[in-house]
């Protein structure tokens, strides 16, 4: 599929393609109104929905930008080429056209979860390996990880930049991605961005988790707060089959998979953790499910990974190992 054909094809479902790609934005007659190609709220940008005029075409009044929908998918999206913003083009056109009553009027937080997905990379040989490596965290290379080479970020004062980002998956019982977890990034060296909230959930992830390992199978599971925490973990004892919840709000609703008969909780030493790790042991309590909660010594994991080092953070942990097939 060329260029030409994509666009349209695109043009065709051209109210749809805006409900996905400007979510924020909304339908008025012939045009769907938004404040700018990535889909903020506004009425700068109008896409011609149907004739007179010809379908998918965009003008943003602000900026002078104009084109048809595979420009505004690339765009909207960040692709860097012609090419990805027609292999995005590509999984779009291949799903099904909802039936009228049902196309999102809203922003659906969970598609766009998944759309962003969609769009990035394995996290090997990143910047965001670089970043957890960076932490000493080498154990790393999951399939719940991936990386955005250029995701944009919107601080609390407007505008809109783009960082590099680390992005996890966030996932049910049944694997299914319900959501993902975004932690943006130095373009200039292996830390966090410099930004306000560096690190941003989309979609469902309360009382979910990112999953690291195949729980196939699996009786037991260590399961802590912050990614950097439980792979710190994990790099101790690469075996281990760990979860991590983002939150010490989302670790306290924490529902223990189906089959489970061990749950070891890696508490964060404050005050928020302390009181997620006690919720979460009463609930294994009501299910019979054997718990026991480990605290660090500095003020996470990930702390006492630097700290310690992996060998002797192994051997505090050996007496607790938690095995990916128990």
């Known amino acids: 599929m060329n260029a030409s054909t994509a666009s349209a094809l695109l043009a065709q479902r051209a109210e749809s393609v ?21 889909g903020t709220p506004g009425r700068s940008l109008f896409v011609r929905l149907a004739p007179p005029g010809i379908p998918g075409k965009f003008t943003d009044a602000a900026t002078g930008e104009h084109g048809d929908l595979l420009d505004l998918i690339r765009l909207a999206t960040g692709a860097r080429s012609l ?3 027609l292999a995005e083009a590509r999984r779009f056109l291949a799903q099904p056209v909802p039936p009228a009553a049902s196309r999102p009027g809203t922003y659906d937080r969970a598609q766009a979860a998944r759309n962003l997905w969609d769009r990035c990379r394995p996290i090997d040989g990143t910047h965001a390996e670089a970043y957890l490596r960076a932490r000493a965290i080498h154990r790393c290379r999951f399939p719940a990880l991936r990386f955005h080479p250029s995701l944009p970020y919107r ?14 998956a966030v996932t049910a019982d ?3 991605l319900r959501g993902v977890h975004r932690t943006w990034l130095d373009p200039s060296r292996p830390a966090k961005a410099r930004v306000s909230r560096p690190r941003k959930a989309l979609g469902r992830v309360h009382g979910l988790a990112v999953h690291f390992g ?3 199978a699996a009786s037991a599971l260590l399961v802590g707060e912050g990614i950097e925490t439980v792979l710190s973990l994990v790099t101790a004892a690469p075996d281990t089959l760990a979860a991590a919840a983002l939150s010490a709000g ?14 070891l909780i890696a508490q964060d030493r404050d005050e928020e953790g302390e009181h997620a790790a006690l919720r979460l042991q009463l609930r294994c309590t009501r299910l019979g499910i054997a718990s026991a909660v480990i605290v660090p010594q500095g003020n996470d994991f990930n702390d006492d990974l630097v700290t310690l080092r992996p060998e002797r953070l192994a051997q505090c942990l050996a007496p607790l190992a938690i095995r990916a097939r128990t």
Do not use: I, M
């Open 83 to 85: 090419r990805e913003a």
């Open 174 to 176: 049944d694997g299914n």
């Open 155 to 168: 601080p609390d004062t407007g505008g809109w930049r783009r960082y590099p980002a680390l992005v996890a």
């Open 214 to 216: 195949e729980p196939d």
């Open 250 to 263: 989302s670790l306290g609703a924490f529902v223990p998979p189906p089959g489970l008969s061990r749950l």
């Open 18 to 38: 805006c409900a996905r790609y400007l979510p924020h934005g909304r339908k008025q007659g012939r045009y769907w109104c938004a404040g700018d190609v990535r």
